[in-house]
């Protein structure tokens, strides 16, 4: 009995399973010994769309054949699958593929498996962008160090008042010079922002929550959202930022670019697709017709 159902499982299919993507994860879980009615208190480790990795609470020997049933909970969503074990070292680590999967399940746990690999994806956005912060923090020093003038020599500290009277003496003869925009006010501003009052919704994707607010103002790479309550994270944060405007829906993907009080952040829009890219450069050249024709 147990030589043919491990037919249903041979060697050459693991090289297909292990093509799959999987995630680590670690949750309670059971696992059902249908030809025994036996259940096993189970972790589960790794997951995919075919199957998962568990161990079991009390070390087993469990055969490479055996038909099973698993049931697990992932974002709080319980799923329960049948399964056949493929491979197992018959103490307490063991191999699932999934069976008999139905259409409507199978795409519910391809929908779980996105929102794994979503959160996969953002953890490690964020971990990338905390190092590089944290390389920034320790370059600042050995920057400041570079540009610091270096110690005047006794000469240089000598001549320093003729200097100065030389120096005040040119600055009355010199001509008022034009009122300028700081550089970095002129970097920001080269890219045109257009002012709006529409209602937005922030998603923090790493902690699922979101919150309400209204954009201030838009531009073709990011925005300006005012919240309704407190900012609860930091710069750098993942985001999507969700609105309508003039009748047409957006939710955009981004960071935190900028945080200028408890209120009020600066989202940097990222990862746009070129249908997305289309749509909020027709926005931002339907706000700027409109203002034209206002003035």
């Known amino acids: 009995m147990e030589a043919e159902e491990t037919a249903e499982c041979p060697e050459t299919q693991q090289s297909e399973r292990r093509v799959r993507p999987r995630y680590a994860v670690d ?34 020997s469990l055969g490479v054949g055996l038909r099973v049933e698993v049931s697990f909970k992932v974002n709080r969503v319980a799923f329960r699958f049948l399964g056949v074990i493929c491979w197992t070292d018959r103490q307490r680590w063991v191999g699932i593929r999934f069976l008999e999967m139905s259409p409507r399940r199978k795409e519910e746990w391809a929908e779980a498996i996105d929102e794994i690999e979503a959160a996969v994806k953002a953890k490690a956005e964020k971990e990338e962008a905390d190092r590089r912060e944290v390389e920034r923090q320790a370059q600042e020093p050995l920057l400041k160090q570079a540009v610091e003038p270096k110690a005047k020599t006794i000469r240089e500290i000598s001549r320093a008042p003729a200097l100065a009277h030389q120096e005040r003496r040119e600055r009355q003869l010199a001509p008022a ?58 710069i750098y944060t993942r985001v999507e930022t969700g609105f309508y405007l003039n009748g047409l829906p957006f939710r955009l993907g981004g960071v935190i670019q900028a945080i200028y009080d408890r209120n009020n952040v600066g989202i940097r829009f990222l990862d746009m697709s070129k249908r997305s890219r289309e749509r909020v450069d027709e926005l931002i050249e339907e706000i700027d017709e409109m203002r034209k024709a206002g003035e």
């Open 177 to 234: 010079p034009h009122a300028e925009t700081p550089k970095g006010l002129r970097s920001r501003r080269a890219e045109a922002r257009h002012e709006v009052d529409t209602s937005a919704i922030i998603y923090l994707v790493n902690i699922g929550s979101n919150l309400d607010g209204r954009i201030l103002d838009l531009s073709p790479n990011g925005c300006h959202i005012r919240t309704v309550e407190r900012f609860p994270v930091g």
């Open 27 to 60: 949750e309670n879980s059971m696992m059902l010994l249908l030809s025994h009615g036996l259940p096993l208190e189970c972790h589960i480790l790794d997951l995919s769309l075919d199957g998962c990795k568990m161990r079991t609470r009390e070390p087993s």
